[in-house]
């Protein structure tokens, strides 16, 4: 008779690691790593006006909590956080990175570097730090004044010739448009706008674009809002034609783009003529009541959406069945 043992799977394992391994002993399980996040990238360090100091970045990872802002002047060292910003409270710039701000800066030179805690509380590594400039901002440019066209707003201004101590300087080497648009000379053409709706504008002399970047505080705000006054063009091309005892009118497209329609006009002299239509929101016109016995005159113009009735087209005329 064979006997068979049957050990539980326990013993079974057991035996085959005693009989065919060296079987190491099974540590203690180990807690799970922890994920520090990244650094911020794409410092850039910009002074405004003597007043405050910028730092601009981008956000590694988007599991972040706060931003640890840094200061250290002289031969001091990083050690506690001059401020700390949660992620609600930064700027976002047009380009889609973050700004801080410390609103108190020293008359020293000094570094600045950041620091981001995500949600878990993990602190990142330090980012690359950046230093001050002794250079001395300008003061705002002056006189800002716009003026508004049919497809544009032509903003300008003067140029400072003073820093904020009064000393001389040169021609700024750019200008800051709402904080946000970038321009080399003294003007900017906004062609962004909308009649009606309320426009602002602000500008900042920049001084300085390499980092880190110096201009100045912000000037005297413009706000205005534009007001469509200009009319449409002239319609070309305007035929007359007699067809049965009506008169057919046609001619081209305004290419205004706030053309709203047309109106006709008609005389039996030329000097003297008069509105026969409502608005018409094509480019020919039937003439259904044309007095019949002579010359008949015609004109058309355009008319926009806010009013604005352009010039008349040169006179047509067409002569009627007796």
Not at 129 to 152: D, K, N, W
Request: charged share 20%; with cysteine; hydrophobic share 35%.
């Amino acid at each position: 008779m064979t006997f068979i043992t049957r050990l539980p799977a326990a013993g079974v394992l057991f035996a085959l690691c005693f009989t065919f391994f060296s079987c190491a002993k099974v540590g203690d399980p180990l807690p799970p790593p922890v994920r520090v996040p990244p650094p911020p990238t794409s410092v850039t360090l910009i002074q405004e006006g003597g007043r405050f100091v910028h730092l601009a970045f981008s956000l590694p990872s988007d599991d972040i909590a706060q931003v640890e802002l840094y200061r250290a002047c002289g031969t001091e060292g990083f050690e506690s956080p001059l401020a700390i910003f949660a992620i609600d409270q930064t700027t976002r710039l047009p380009d889609g990175s973050l700004r801080v701000t410390d609103d108190q800066p020293q008359k020293a030179t000094c570094r600045y570097a950041l620091r981001l805690v995500d949600s878990r509380k993990n602190r990142s590594g330090w980012s690359q730090s950046v230093e001050t400039s002794q250079q001395i901002p300008p003061l705002p440019p002056t006189r800002l004044r716009a003026e508004v066209f049919a497809g544009e707003i032509l903003v300008q201004w003067d140029p400072p010739e003073r820093s904020i101590t009064g000393q001389p300087i040169e021609a700024p080497i750019a200008y800051l448009i709402n904080s946000e648009v970038l321009v080399k000379e003294p003007h900017y053409r906004d062609t962004q706008f909308q009649f009606g709706e309320e426009v602002s504008y602000s500008v900042q002399a920049i001084a300085r674009l390499q980092d880190p970047v110096i201009l100045s505080e912000p000037g005297e705000t413009l706000t205005l809002v534009p007001r469509d006054v200009f009319p449409p063009g002239t319609p070309q091309n305007v035929n007359a034609v007699l067809v049965g005892n009506h008169v057919q009118l046609v001619w081209d497209l305004v290419g205004d783009e706030d053309v709203q329609g047309y109106v006709v006009y008609r005389g039996s002299e030329k000097e003297h003529l008069e509105r026969i239509s409502t608005i018409i929101t094509t480019n020919r016109y039937l003439d259904e009541n044309a007095p019949s016995g002579g010359p008949l005159f015609y004109q058309v113009s355009a008319v926009d959406w806010n009013g604005n009735e352009g010039e008349r087209s040169e006179v047509v005329s067409v002569r009627t069945n007796n």
